[in-house]
């Protein structure tokens, strides 16, 4: 599918980041029927082309992901003939997203004042590690940073061990989905008063709106959440517990009436009766190892599948922990397609995550898989801008495009 049918359809974004948290942001709106324009320095591009697994040298896997939806251009934006360029695409656009160090938009006279002045419109998303304000915002900002200074990094891990980090990179992703967020709702505003803005979406930031009522604990009784492993405080049972044929199976029975349910199954109702020290949710967070090491003894007297058929049918929430073979191959995720293949003319058929959420009327779609450097140039710079061919053979001479 190469047309849009998507509820942004109509809009257009340029993309002029790097990496994750800016063009994870232009893939989620290209998923929902923008025309992204991926602004690209010329001969090196985004390095999101190489991270990551590659098939063959240069041809990384992630690219395709990150970068699909998605028309490329090369544009210098270090020299004034690129900042001009740029300054033309945006009188054509509806929304520019960056995540360059702070000040780097000025420092090459592309500030958000001259922007406007050719689109009062524009909505300009800025991503950044401290965000666009702040002693900190001048410096520079990883997700990995901001996950830290957010809070995630330190509750995350076993208590007996440094903290760990999640395996991908959920600073970044934090910090484009909230762009995302702020774009469409400043776009909101847009169509009602005909004024754009500025969204600053900051990484630590991003990450600190997920951290639940930590600070909030901590001001009230000086309560610090810390490290603690599979499980959360006081939750339970919420655990992964061993099966007989070896495996591993997540439960998650902490409410009251779930956990009825599953000392039904148990054949222990008991456990759940009233007077029982697991009765309530404060009873079984007081008492949550023991009642994980009965619920174990009882989960290894079954095979995983045995297991999972009573758990459903009982009503008790239980699954498998997924690898990406099991997703393949899952009925549920072939069912909702929540996997699809995309023709890319590099690598064939690729299987990728579908587009989230599902929209009854106007779906999101992947139209095209990450593109080849500037593939696009004499589609945006000569139908766009109505660039002649000789202009543009300049323009690449002089190292512009």
Known sequence: MTTSTGPLQGVRVLEAGQLLAGPFAGQLMGDMGADVIKVEPPGVGDPMRQWGREKAEGSSLWWPVVGRNKRSVTLN???PAGQDLLLELVRHADVFVENFRPGTLEKWNLGYDRLREVNPGLVLVRVSGYGQTGPYSSRAGYGSIGEAMGGLRYITGDPDRQPSRTGISIGDALAAMHATIGALAALRHRDVTGEGQIVDSAIYESVLAMMESMVTEWDVQGYQRERTGATLPNVAPSNVYPTSDGQLILIAANQDSVFKRLAVLMDDPELAAEGSRYADHSGRGQHQQELDDLIGVWTAKHDADELLALLHEGGVPAGRIYKAADMLSDPH?????????????????LAMQNVVPKLSATPGSI???????????????????????????RLASAGVL
């Open 77 to 79: 934006l270090r020299e």
């Open 333 to 349: 995720f072939i069912a909702r397609e929540a996997i699809v293949r995309v023709a890319d003319p590099k690598f064939g058929d």
């Open 367 to 393: 139209r095209w898989t990450g593109p080849e450097l500037g593939q696009h140039n004499d589609e945006v710079y000569g139908e766009l801008l109505g660039l002649s061919a000789d202009a543009r053979a």
